[in-house]
């Protein structure tokens, strides 16, 4: 404080007194611009017009720091300085030249002009920082991912993504990607670059980042087939499965609330075995499945099995073609309960095959199978179907027997709606009458032709025939059926 109000008064002082020869003039500084790291470069410092028999001490700072010396000559007679400097980081910035009269306390300091000196430092050491944490990701989540050098400056970045340029989302050396999607999965790498005087490039690459994007799992499906072991005791095999979702995937079952299990697979679906009791309601079923994003839900099913029971109904309707001929001719086989039904059809107590050459089979489980029968050459023969549990064949139930042949398909009569209602008084009548005398023929005769008017009509009192077949069909079909059989168990026992 002193000291510097000492200067400012005589400094004053010699103004007043003698300005030329207390005054020194600036210094100049000269120098590179740019340079390299490390490298040796050499900055100079002259007085243009030094003062005679004084002692002059140059000093270089950079400008913002006047308390770290980065080099110091004394001239003596007008010597120019020279400071060869060995470059680091901290010359970068606005250098400057201090001259001062190192005996002459008349004398002000003087500064030269700033020389902006750029320091460029070798880019190395780039690595990818996942700054969203994580490196699986699903599909919808966002991605930002920083490249840190260690050292370098100033550093360009750009982005690959498995060896292609990313474009969007970069910024300095920041990548931000709003919504992934798999696309945007891949190995990612950072490239730093730098250059010094436009011919030496320097680059670091990062290590590659490999980002995956998972597909968040569906919601999955529930199903379950009955088995029966060797014990006779049942289980539910139910299935969970989601049809897309990148595994590994837990799947859980649950009971209402209660979970029943649950298991972690790397591909395809979950069974899951569950002791079933039948003809009981086991409560309600739901697969959940999650592969870590959220957990996706199945529908609720309930866990009944019943099993199946008689009578066996089979009944029939028909297509007519022109001139009221017969063409087609479906037989409809349904059980009266059975959630698991497996129906199989007879001709001449032989199984079809789903297919053959007059005919095929349609299985509408649980409810019906349909045996669409086209009118031809062969189909003539007794027809019946049977129905079993699907997992369990040792209870089966027979239907009817129906006798079908070309002719009386041929004989086919126009249909007699009019009539039908005419004679609609005398038709119930007679039902009255052959149900009386139906039930007294099944207890009487194991008969294997029946007429088919009285078949029917004892069909039609047992209710298991609309009167609409009855009426139209009453010619086409006669019924082959052995009355014992008929809507009857033959239940044999399993070993
Ligand atoms: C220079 O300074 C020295 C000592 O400070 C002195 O002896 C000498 O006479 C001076 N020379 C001139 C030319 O002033
Ligand atoms: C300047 O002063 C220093 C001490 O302050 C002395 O060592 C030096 O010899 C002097 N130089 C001249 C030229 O007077
Ligand atoms: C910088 O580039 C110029 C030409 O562009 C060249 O003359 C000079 O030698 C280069 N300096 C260095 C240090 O490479
Ligand atoms: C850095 O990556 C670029 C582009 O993939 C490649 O051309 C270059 O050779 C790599 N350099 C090093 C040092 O790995
Ligand atoms: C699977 O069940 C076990 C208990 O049986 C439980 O500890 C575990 O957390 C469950 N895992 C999942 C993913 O629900
Ligand atoms: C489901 O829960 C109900 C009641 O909690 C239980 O009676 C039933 O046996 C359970 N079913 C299964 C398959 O665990
Ligand atoms: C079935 O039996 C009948 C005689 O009852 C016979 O006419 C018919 O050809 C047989 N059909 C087949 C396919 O065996
Ligand atoms: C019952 O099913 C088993 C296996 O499904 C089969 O081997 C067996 O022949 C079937 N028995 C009858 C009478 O259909």
Not at 39 to 63: D, G, W
Not at 247 to 262: C, I
Not at 404 to 415: G, H, I, Q, T, W
Request: proline residues 4%.
């Amino acid at each position: 404080m002193f000291a510097s109000l000492f200067g400012v008064f005589f400094g004053l002082s010699c103004v007043c007194k003698d300005s030329s020869q207390s005054t020194l003039g600036p210094p100049l500084l000269f120098g590179p611009s740019v340079v390299l790291m490390g490298e040796v470069a050499e900055f100079t410092c002259e007085l243009p017009t030094h003062p005679k028999n004084e002692s002059i001490l140059l000093q270089l700072y950079r400008e913002d720091d006047r308390n770290k010396l980065l080099g110091e000559y004394t001239s003596l007679d007008g010597e120019v300085a020279v400071f060869p400097t060995v470059i680091q980081p901290h010359h970068k910035g606005n250098l400057e030249c201090v001259a001062k009269a190192q005996n002459n306390s008349n004398m002000q300091p003087t500064v030269s002009k700033v020389l902006h000196l750029k320091v460029v430092e070798p880019v190395t050491g780039a690595e990818i920082d996942v700054v969203s944490g994580r490196s699986e990701l699903f599909e919808g989540d966002s991605l930002e991912v920083r490249c840190i050098v260690s050292a370098g400056d100033p550093v360009s970045f750009k982005w690959l993504r498995n060896g292609g340029h990313i474009h969007h989302g970069a910024l300095g050396n920041h990548l931000m990607i709003d919504r992934m999607t798999s696309e945007d999965g891949g190995s990612y790498m950072c490239v730093a670059t730098n250059h010094f005087n436009e011919t030496q490039v320097y680059t670091s690459n990062s290590s590659e980042v490999v980002i995956t994007v998972k597909d968040v799992v569906s919601n999955p499906d529930i199903s379950f087939t009955v088995v029966k072991d060797d014990s006779h005791n049942y289980f539910a095999m139910v299935t969970c499965q989601s049809s897309s979702g990148t595994p590994p995937v837990t799947f859980s079952l649950y009971n209402g609330t209660q979970l029943v299990a649950n298991t972690t697979v790397e591909e395809g679906n979950a069974i899951f075995k569950v002791t079933l009791v039948l003809d009981t309601h086991m409560g309600w079923l739901q697969c959940q499945a999650d592969n870590g994003y959220r957990v996706a839900y199945s529908p609720w099913i309930p866990l009944e099995v019943v099993s199946v029971g008689g009578p066996v109904r089979l009944h029939y309707d028909h297509d007519v073609g022109e001139n009221y001929a017969v063409i087609g001719l479906r037989f409809y086989c349904q059980a009266t309960k059975g959630s698991h039904p497996r129906y199989q059809w007879f001709l001449n107590k032989t199984r079809l095959h789903d297919r053959g050459i007059f005919y095929y089979i349609v299985h509408q489980p649980p409810e019906r199978s349909i045996l669409q029968l086209s009118v031809g050459k062969s189909i003539a023969g007794t027809y019946n179907c049977e129905v079993s549990d699907s997992f369990d064949n040792s209870t089966t139930i027979t239907s009817r027997r129906w006798y079908l042949d070309r002719e009386a398909v041929n004989r086919l009569p126009v249909p007699v709606v009019a009539a039908v209602f005419g004679c609609f008084t005398v038709l119930v009548l007679l039902v009255f009458i052959w149900c009386g005398l139906g039930v007294l023929l099944r207890r009487r005769t194991y008969v294997e032709e029946t007429p088919l008017e009285m078949e029917a009509m004892v069909a039609a009192c047992e209710g298991e025939m609309d009167w609409s077949d009855f009426s139209e069909d009453e010619e086409v079909v006669k019924a082959a059926r052995a009355a014992e059989l008929d809507q009857t168990s033959a239940a044999s026992v399993e070993d």
